[in-house]
């Protein structure tokens, strides 16, 4: 029984990481437009690819004090996506040390 638990777990887990890759990627993508249509300088346009943890956050704010709002659709998104994503983590750490055999 935890063979078989363990190796659906584990796939699912592979599955979600791949989704996540993706989905980053256009999280990322929607970052730089972002940067491109409120910013005048593609030299801010170019740090916000290079850096985009940093980026997320710094258009989250800058859209919040531009806006008032601070629930946009963009900030929603890049919050449930890093939620999504510390579950995963803590969910592959807790499998990694637990009795489950893979």
Known sequence: MKLWLGAILESTLKVVAIILYALA?????????????????????????????????????????????????????????TIIVLVTMITSTILENSDVEV
């Open 25 to 81: 990627f256009l999280l990322h993508i929607w970052t730089t437009v972002i940067a491109y249509e409120w910013s005048e300088s593609s030299f801010i346009v170019g740090l916000t690819f290079l850096f985009p943890v940093i980026s997320e956050v710094f258009w989250i704010i800058f859209l919040w004090s531009k806006t008032g709002i601070f629930f946009t659709p963009y900030a929603i998104v890049v919050i449930v996506f």
